[in-house]
């Protein structure tokens, strides 16, 4: 069987996790601060946070702003769940934007349909990496006063009109998850151009406190335990264990590194499928893939025999998945399904394909074959 994602690990990341062993450190420690600075450089955007998630970025993102309970956010229809749990998290409502029916990103006209003052925020999603119309997402805000959570999971990490993807808006989540562009095993990031953000978010991912085990470790050895009060912190909010340890940041620190190879080796796969699906008229690339330009963590396609696809790549010993069951549709959210009919009905013929560092090209080619060999048969 070709596996859909797989993540690519070496002996750096291992290296790496000796180095943490012998310091006898592996909590929240030197190697997750070292993390945060190097992803910061990368992004260009030194107020970096690391958590356990970007499904807890995502939360504590909301979190923030303290919003009013009942206010309402505005999310895509096509995402993974923990973009629109977030909202739920916070005591706020969800209300849907449908995607734009070629690139699949949040519609913006849609996002200036369904706002209404009640909304205080707007999280678009850099689905697959393509990136969303973020400067226009942004421009729209301003002019209401909306916050802008960046999710960007896919993304790995993409540059739009000269800016890294994350931060065009308020604050920008990043996914260290296995299957996405690199990982921590689990991981995620926070950043914002705000210096603020971080600095009130601190002690939400640390059970409330405001100074980690790891920095009072070290003051009281820098003091020689003569400050008696060494050990002492204060909790003056509600926070949660959403900290990143050093064992995963070990993992991250050999994983950017490689980042610009791993990004490179999946354009090039990428560009593999889009060549050989040229000629094929019923079995179409999921959005207008540029990998001159962007960064995927998602290689897809659309077909109206969505199902039989499915099934023959399966009896092929080919790995599918789709990328998303709208929202919209789960029970869950169900009651917040209004006007996204594009999402409702397009995601009926997505399918996501193999895509990975160690893919090779024989594999693509046999995917290929197959998709030729299925347009064939069902069409001629
Ligand atoms: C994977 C993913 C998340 C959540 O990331 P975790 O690190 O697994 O919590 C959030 N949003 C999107 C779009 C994702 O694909």
Not at 44 to 69: D, Q
Request: aromatic content about 12%.
């Amino acid at each position: 069987m070709i596996r859909l994602f797989k993540p690519y690990l070496g002996t750096e990341e291992l290296q790496n996790i000796q180095d943490a062993f012998q310091r006898g450190w592996i909590g929240l420690g030197p190697k997750v601060t070292e993390f945060e600075e190097k992803w910061g450089k990368l992004i260009n955007c030194p107020n970096t946070m690391a958590l356990n998630s970007a499904t807890a970025a995502l939360h504590l993102a909301v979190t923030n702003y303290n919003f009013p309970r009942g206010k309402k956010i505005l999310v895509p229809a096509i995402t993974f769940v923990a973009t629109a749990s977030t909202v739920l998290y916070n005591q706020l409502e969800p209300i849907f934007v449908d995607v734009d029916p070629v690139t699949l990103q949040m519609d913006v006209k849609d996002l200036e349909r369904k706002y209404t003052p009640d909304c205080v925020a707007v999280i678009p999603v850099h689905f697959t990496g393509y990136p969303s119309e973020i400067d226009a997402i942004v421009d729209f805000a301003g002019l209401h006063d909306l916050k802008v959570i960046e999710d960007c999971a896919h993304t790995g990490v993409g540059i739009y009109k000269g800016k890294r993807l994350g931060t065009w808006g308020d604050i920008g989540c990043y996914s260290f998850e296995e299957k996405k562009c690199m990982t921590t095993g689990d991981g995620g990031m926070i950043c914002s151009k705000d210096p603020g953000v971080v600095t009130n978010l601190r002690p939400y991912r640390w059970v409330g406190i405001d100074k980690d085990t790891w920095r009072r470790a070290k003051k009281s050895q820098e003091s020689m335990n003569l400050d008696a009060m060494h050990w002492h912190y204060e909790i003056s909010v509600l926070g949660y264990k959403y900290n990143m340890n050093d064992l995963a940041a070990s993992i991250g620190l050999a994983q950017l590194t490689k980042l610009d190879y791993m990004n490179q080796a999946r354009g090039s796969h990428i560009d593999r499928y889009l060549e050989g699906m040229k000629d094929l008229k019923h079995i179409k690339p999921l959005v207008p893939y540029d990998t001159k330009r962007d960064i995927y963590h998602i290689f897809g396609v659309r077909c109206e025999k969505r199902d039989e696809l499915i099934i023959f790549l399966t009896s092929k010993g080919i790995s599918t998945g789709v990328h998303y069951y709208p929202l919209t549709l789960q029970p869950l959210f169900k009651k917040y399904n209004v006007g996204c009919e594009t999402a409702n009905s397009l995601w009926r013929t997505f399918i996501t394909l193999p895509m990975f560092v160690e893919l090779q090209d024989g594999e693509i080619d046999y995917i290929l074959e197959a998709l030729h060999e299925f347009e064939k048969v069902n069409w001629s």
